[in-house]
């Protein structure tokens, strides 16, 4: 059932032309099944999804999101999201957890049942898990090798390189391998040696008074909480900087984390087993900024 902390809303393409995804929004029940065993989102993992956290009712960069959504649609070849609709499905599902600080809501757009035209839409949120660990503690991280150069979005856009897709099984397995070597999670290095993201987050350093982060030309995604951390550096008296960064930057970086949505600041406190000094004031400053932002 659509209870206080599950909810579903079912972006239907009836109302839409064939082929877009264009639609209405049916309340549904999460408890039941609604995706087709034909559906290529859980045939082939081919379809794209964003998600959102929400702040006592309010999407934190929704066009952030909408934009990559948007950008992901493209990447591969999907029909245009109609923006508006997408934002009431986030902003519908937000007014209802309002009661909650922290919550979240993922929208995916499948390409659909194969051989149809119309693409699979849904909106899903729930209540946040708590992450004071891994906010203040900090995290364990590995590097692993992605095994791609980071011209890959250039040379090769049909691997997808910084699409948000439904394919997130290497970036599990990635995450598994991080377990078993004693790590909560992975930062990417490409195949010519730059640091590229988590396999679910953005990777950020500061280095003296600059905060730095890799471009999204070397095939990572667009983060929008990486973005948003970026527009407010200079209340922490921070520069932000765009740059390619290398492990020595990282080692060299005195401090780092991985930001992302939901988990929103996770300061990195060891790399591949080295321990590493965390900017503790600073961790709380910008985790106080993201839980608090209203739009
Ligand atoms: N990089 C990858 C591969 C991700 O999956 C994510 C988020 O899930 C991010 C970066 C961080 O993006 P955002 O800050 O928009 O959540």
Known sequence: MNTEEHLLL??????????SSGGRL????????????????????????????????HPQAVELHLDRFERSARMLDLPAPDRALWRDAVLTIAARLAAHDEAWV??????????????????????????????????????????????????SPW??????????????????????????????????????????????LRTGDRLRTPPDALGILPGTTQADLFTAAHLWGLEAVVEPLTPADLAEA??????????????IRSVD???????????????????ARRS
Do not use: C
């Open 10 to 19: 079912v972006v239907s393409a009836a109302g839409g032309e064939a082929g």
């Open 254 to 267: 005195d401090a780092a984390w991985l930001v992302s949505s939901v988990r929103h600041a996770a300061p």
């Open 106 to 155: 993922k929208i995916v757009l499948t390409r659909g049942i194969e051989g149809h035209p119309d693409p699979t839409g849904w909106a899903y949120g729930t209540v946040s898990p708590a992450f004071r660990r891994e906010r203040t503690e900090g995290i364990d991280v590995v590097l692993l090798d992605r095994g791609l150069r980071s011209d890959v979005a250039a040379t």
């Open 273 to 291: 087993g080295v321990a590493r000094a965390i900017d503790a004031p600073l961790t709380a400053a910008m985790n106080g900024f993201l839980r």
């Open 26 to 57: 049916i309340d549904a029940d999460p408890g039941q099944p609604h995706l087709s065993v034909l559906d290529v989102a859980a045939t082939r993992g081919d379809g794209i999804f964003e998600t959102i956290s929400l702040g006592a009712g």
């Open 159 to 204: 691997l997808l390189a910084g699409a948000k897709t439904l394919s997130y099984a290497i970036n599990r397995a990635a995450a598994r391998e991080a377990q078993r070597r004693g790590a909560d999670d992975v930062v990417f290095v490409s195949s010519d040696g730059l640091l590229l993201e988590g396999p679910t987050a953005t990777l950020v």
